[in-house]
């Protein structure tokens, strides 16, 4: 490091020539290219909460009207029992509400089809009203009845009526065989020109041209034009007429047997359809018959059908039939899951917090004890279920399903949050503060209670609302403890009763075949996610207002 | 009857209270000045009820815990030898239950008069242990709080008395903790050994076929089921791989554009925004792959001509991936935040520019910690649940492919486990060997990590 | 053991003696006091006599052991899980680590005044409450306002805050802070208040007004005051001593101490060579 190299080194750099401009924009594009990747990053994960949100909101938004039908129903004095209201044959009523405003349906199965707009539910519906109003027995009353979840789902555009017949795939081989040229129009209908080989050995000996099997020649002069397909899927472009056709082709002249003729076969009436009109669709297959579209848009017309706020949503317990299936048990289950789960690790996790913050002696018991609580909140949360199956149902044979054993469960999970946030809180007192009670002589434990556990008390308060929020949300372990019961009632709810959680809810909802779950199971979703962003809030609110800044 | 009990406990523990307080003021009353008495009155109230209520009331969580075992083995040492002396544990288990099922009203068919006879000696046994509990209880109760009352005197020291049991309770509590791992050690080992001793570890270790469903009967192929959890084991892995590679650069880049380029205000925004994605419950992940990841993934592979599996890995791992990008984001931020400020200047002040800084000095300074929140990331990943539930497959295939189907292993403890459950066959028994597994491979990664960081902090400390 | 937990009771209340009386009485014996934190030893062997009714002043360059002795007549070391004393300090001829005798009521008999007021987060008129209220001093609301009144008053803080006692006490001055907390010292009427460089935090006029206050209380307790101003020292004190290094240097009357002190480290530190 001599005066003579420095010099040298400075000569030999010079900053204006054009590699050295050169390096130094390709240095610049490299800082902006991290920047951008940065921006990017950032733009994905926010695209992604945004595609996340709007999903569940298209979805689930469906889910808080429900699609009813007004009915007028005579409470016939002489089918309901005015001392026991409730056995009566609602079923009957309700139908013959519905049937009224159709004098012209008549016979068993159009009638059998009609039912199929009402709700399996209205029955009972009808009947909790009756037992609700006595006196209105022997009037004649206006209900709103949900309508069956096909119709429901119609009415609110989310399935449609006719639906494409035709699979992309089809359609993308059809479009082949359009381009081949093999596809045209005679007398109006579409037909697919190509060769059959009339195979002598599929005309059996006995039975002779009436019984060979003209299908089977059929499919193999469609394999000539497929014959890049290995599916067979390609046999059913034609129609089931088109062996009949080759039959009346034989039969009329015998003489092509074990000759290779040019044939025009027609098509199966989806691929006419698309050849024809360029789409081929089909009736939804949900519905069963075209009248029931008629009869729905009757209804609609005399102005019947009304789609108000569902109630049901919160007030109904859980249901099979997705129209009527409500979050009431869910509700409740999660409701007294936390509770249990608040009642336990509330206390324990502010006692354990301030045995370890404030008295506890610094040796190697207290050590594990916080390697534990560090490690406690990183097991995953199944193995918690697991715990709580093998200790607390089969080692104390406490009862399955049961909001007390969930919340137990939900205790255990919350309680290392609950202890870090108190003990977060309680360093953040001054010591000044405990010096000073301590200097007027109150003992250790005044000074905790009087004190520092008070002016923490946001803090811990803060951490137990976030603590509980996740506890909230957590389904696995409350599956594995079978808080997933299907409860079709509300009557029955306690700690020991079999019971759901919000959750265990929404899990058994999205596994559900029926079409108006999905919807459902996004409302469900919204209805948690607002019961997490309100605790959320009101843990923000707490922290901002009642913390003290020392 | 229970919570009658309870609350008449509640009601003496209350009125124990009151009688030590009544008796300190008397003496405060006698001997007229203040200060002659040690504590104030309010704690030889609190000493009266802690010895009233504490006592009783761990006597009825003990015994409830036992009641139920105790009258179970009288129940079955009551019943007929020649009765019994055939049955296996399994079967024994059985008339067990028939016999409480009995007991409860539920009688099914014509159950003989052995049942008969012993589940009205269950009921009235049950019916005697029910009765025996509230006296013994009260009593105990009664008898502490007229002892605890003796005790007190102008100068015994309740407070310090009080504070004692304070510090007992406290102490107690900061065990449930300990108490929470050696539960869950034990219960785990110990229906895994039980597992070990029906199928072997060497096949559960390094066997390649997963079908655990056990068959009707013996003679099918599946007799006992299959349990070699290799297939578990890789698609746990290549999800949490997918996961990773998704939540590793995005959540990585965040973090980097937020600690050095970002204005306040923007890191104000979307620094909560992240902290929603962290927030949202698992399942609402899960619903959200099947609902519109899967689809939008298989119609995309449509496109290009191939086909993707709507409960392909890629699927599962990719919605698992955003969830992991908050986690990651943070925990890179609080390692970019710890690199001194010296680092930066001294970088910048050679003439680096902004890019040349992060790529060249903060990665490297901050690689250890941003390493452990990846490990962390992985250890959430391998752990996570209910998103593989509901967008992963049940069925364990030996593949790498992303498009097609994978399990992993919670999704088979949540699979062996939902519905009923009995202890006594290896289906049930695998979810434990293999929540065993899950717990020791999260605490190892765990502990790693968390040295990891640990060791990173103390260098800049 | 019931008669020393009389004996102990006894001690903490007799009478106090008259002021003339008092002029000699020693209140506070210490003998060969050593603190220990960990493996460093902060405080090596001190005696000392504090006479009764009077204000003593503990001075020395910073880290000299003065605060951590101030400490030990309170037993707060205690608080401190590292720390270890030996040796004895007897207030009225009774140990204060007898382990007969409650700490809390050493404290309450023993109040303290710390460096930076910390008055608890809560009015006023509770600040100087919490002490007589957890000792059970007052058996009814009036006797303790009359208590928190009357504190109050002999800390001169009662004009001024006489309107205002359920506003927050951490709103008041500092000064009036550091009085507050002297409120709440006397509340709990000890015989001896440690006072920790009471004024560090303060202006001069709130100073001022704090000297005359301790002036005022010497009357009728026991003042220690730890300061680090050798003007405040010669204000204030009857007595003063010398702390160097962890070790007691030079005790004797303030006159002496600051016009003719016996040892040159003394001399050194009082002319200003170091400190």
């Known amino acids: 490091m001599t005066e003579i190299a420095a010099e040298s080194m400075r000569a030999t750099h010079d900053w204006s020539s054009q590699a050295a401009r050169r390096r130094v924009k390709r240095r610049y594009a490299a800082d902006r290219r991290l920047q951008f990747y940065g921006i990017a990053a950032i733009g994905t994960a926010m695209a992604l909460l945004a595609i996340l949100f709007t999903s569940l909101i298209h979805a689930g938004i469906a889910a808080f009207t429900t699609t009813k039908v007004e009915l007028a129903i005579f409470l016939d004095p002489t089918q309901i029992d005015r001392e026991k209201p409730a056995e009566a044959n609602y079923r009957k009523l309700v139908r013959g509400a519905f049937k009224a405003y159709f004098p012209d349906v008549t016979g068993r199965s159009q009638e059998r089809e009609l039912y199929k707009i009402l709700s399996n539910g209205a029955d009972y519906i009808v009947r909790d009203y009756v037992v609700a109003n006595t006196d209105k027995i022997g009037q004649t009353v206006k209900l709103l009845v949900p309508v069956s979840d096909p119709f429901d789902q119609l009415y609110k555009r989310i399935i449609p009526r006719q639906i494409d017949a035709l699979s992309n795939d089809r359609i993308i081989l059809f479009e082949a065989l359009k381009q081949q040229g093999v596809l045209s129009v005679v007398d109006g209908s579409g037909v697919a020109k190509t060769t059959v080989y009339i195979d002598p050995s599929k005309v059996p000996l006995e039975g002779g041209l009436e019984a060979a099997d003209y299908d089977a020649m059929v499919k193999e002069g469609l394999r000539s034009l497929f014959l890049n397909e290995y599916s067979r899927s390609y046999e059913e472009i034609i129609s089931d007429a088109a062996a009949g056709n080759l039959k009346a082709l034989v039969a009329s002249d015998p003489s092509l047997v074990g000759k290779t003729i040019d044939v025009e076969l027609p098509l199966a009436a989806n691929y006419d359809n698309l050849l024809l009109a360029g789409q081929a669709t089909m009736r939804n297959p949900r519905f069963s018959s075209d009248d029931e579209f008629a009869w729905f848009d009757s209804l609609e017309e005399r102005g019947l059908i009304a789609n108000p706020f569902t109630w049901e949503l919160f007030f109904n317990a859980d249901s099979r039939f997705p129209e009527l299936a409500g979050l009431m048990g869910a509700l409740s289950g999660s409701f007294l899951a936390l509770l249990v789960c608040f009642l336990l690790s509330f206390p324990i996790g502010i006692a354990t917090a301030v045995y370890l913050e404030e008295f506890a002696p610094k040796n190697r018991i207290t050590d594990i004890i916080e390697v534990n609580i560090n490690n406690l909140a990183a097991v995953p949360s199944v193995v918690f279920g697991l715990l709580g199956l093998a200790l607390f149902l089969n080692t104390f044979g406490m009862p399955r399903s049961a909001p007390l054993v969930g919340g137990m469960v939900l205790a255990l999970m919350t309680l290392p949050t609950i202890i870090v946030a108190t003990r977060a809180a309680l360093k953040a007192v001054p010591p000044s503060i405990r010096e000073a009670a301590l200097g007027v002589g109150a003992s250790k434990q005044q000074v905790t209670m009087h004190h520092v556990l008070p002016l923490a008390m946001p803090g811990i308060l803060t951490g137990t609302i976030i603590g509980l929020a996740q506890a909230l949300g957590e389904t696995a372990p409350l599956l594995l403890i079978g808080m997933n019961a299907f409860i079709p009632s509300v009557e029955n709810i306690g700690l020991t009763q079999p019971a759901m959680a919000l959750p265990t809810q929404i899990f058994s909802w999205a596994d559900s075949p029926e079409r108006g779950f999905v919807s459902r199971t996004s409302a469900a979703i919204l209805v948690l996610l607002g019961f997490l962003i309100l605790m959320n809030l009101i843990a923000v609110y707490l922290r901002s207002k009642l913390e003290r800044k020392w | ?461 | 053991m019931q008669q020393l937990r009389i004996g102990a009771s006894e001690m903490l209340s007799t009478v106090k003696p008259s002021l003339a009386e008092s002029v000699a009485e020693t209140k506070i014996t210490a003998r060969g006091i050593s603190v220990f934190y960990g493996e460093k030893q902060a405080l090596f062997d001190v005696d000392v006599d504090i006479p009764k009714n009077s204000v003593m002043a503990f001075i020395g360059p910073s880290g000299c052991g003065k605060s951590t002795f101030l400490r030990c007549i309170n037993r707060m070391n205690d608080t401190i899980p590292i720390a270890r004393v030996e040796g004895t300090i007897s207030i009225d001829g009774r140990d204060i680590n007898d382990p007969e005798l409650d700490v809390v009521e050493l404290r309450a008999r023993v109040g303290m005044v710390f460096q930076k007021p910390n008055p608890f987060p809560k009015s006023i008129y509770e600040n100087v409450a919490y002490g007589p209220r957890i000792h059970g001093l007052a058996n009814s609301k009036s006797e303790l306002d009359g208590i928190v009144e009357n504190s109050l008053r002999r800390a001169g803080l009662m004009k001024e805050v006489q309107d205002r006692m359920n506003e927050p006490g951490t709103g008041l001055s500092g000064g009036q802070q550091q009085r507050l907390c002297i409120a709440r010292a006397i509340a709990t009427s000890p015989d001896v208040i440690l006072m920790d460089e009471p004024c560090s935090a303060l202006d001069p006029i709130a100073t001022a007004r704090v000297e005359e206050l301790i002036d005022e209380l010497r009357e009728t307790l026991t003042i220690i005051i730890v300061t680090h101003s050798m003007q405040q020292a010669a204000r204030v004190s009857q007595r003063t001593a010398f702390f160097h290094l962890g070790k007691l240097v030079e005790e004797s009357e303030t006159n002496t101490i600051f016009t003719n002190p016996a040892d040159p480290r003394t001399q050194d530190y009082i002319t200003g060579r170091f400190g």
């Open chain 2, 1 to 461: 009857m229970l919570s009658y009990l309870l609350l008449a406990l509640l009601v003496l523990t209350i009125a124990a209270y009151y009688a030590g307080l009544a008796k300190a003021r008397s003496f405060a009353a006698a001997t007229g000045p203040h200060k002659s008495h040690h504590s104030l009155a309010g704690y030889h109230g609190a000493f009266v009820a802690a010895w009233a209520g504490i006592p009783s009331f761990l006597l009825v969580v003990l015994w409830l815990l036992f009641q139920g075992p105790v009258v179970d083995q009288l129940l079955i040492a009551s019943l007929p030898v020649e009765r019994i002396q055939n049955l296996d544990a399994g079967q024994l288990n059985l008339l067990v239950s028939e016999i409480k099922s009995v007991a409860k009203g539920n009688i099914f068919g014509e159950p003989d008069e052995v049942v008969l006879a012993a589940a009205e000696r269950y009921n009235s046994w049950n019916a005697i242990a029910s009765w025996a509990m509230v006296a013994s209880v009260l009593s105990l109760t009664v008898v502490a709080l007229f002892v605890a009352r003796s005790m007190l005197a102008p100068r015994f020291r309740a407070r310090n008395h009080v504070e004692s049991i304070t510090t007992i309770l406290m102490i107690t509590c900061s065990l449930i903790a300990i108490l929470t791992t050696v539960g869950i050690v034990t219960s785990l080992l110990y229906e895994t050994m039980r597992f070990f001793s029906m199928v072997s570890p060497l096949e559960f270790f390094f066997g390649l076929n997963w079908e655990p469903q056990i068959a009707m009967r013996d003679d099918q192929v599946t007799a006992g089921g299959a349990f070699g959890a290799i297939p578990v084991y890789i698609g746990t892995l290549l999800i949490a791989l997918i996961a990773m590679m998704v939540a590793t650069p995005i959540g990585l880049y965040s973090a980097i554009y937020l600690t050095e380029y970002a204005s306040d205000r923007l890191r104000a925004v979307v620094k909560p925004l992240l902290e929603i994605l962290a927030g949202i419950p698992t399942v609402v992940y899960g619903f959200f792959a099947v609902l519109t990841v899967a689809p939008a993934m298989r119609e995309f592979g449509e496109l290009l001509g191939f086909s993707i599996a709507p409960n392909s890995a890629l699927a599962a791992g990719g919605v698992m991936g955003i969830m992991l990008i908050p986690f990651i984001s943070s925990l890179s931020d609080d390692a970019l935040n710890a690199v001194p400020q010296s680092l930066r200047d001294g970088s910048y002040g050679l003439g680096a520019t902004k890019g040349e800084t992060i790529t060249r000095v903060l990665l490297p300074a901050a690689l250890p910690g941003i390493m452990g929140g990846i490990l962390l990331a992985v250890s959430r990943a391998i752990g996570e649940t209910m998103i593989v539930v509901m967008a992963a497959g049940i069925i364990a295939a030996l593949t790498l492919n992303p498009f097609e189907p994978v399990t992993t292993v919670t999704v088979q403890i949540v699979t062996l486990l939902i519905g009923d459950t009995e202890f006594d066959n290896p289906k049930t028994l695998a979810a434990f060997a293999l929540g065993l597994v899950l717990f020791i491979a999260t605490l190892v990664l765990n502990v790693i990590a968390l040295t990891i960081v640990r060791r990173y902090r103390e260098q800049y400390d």
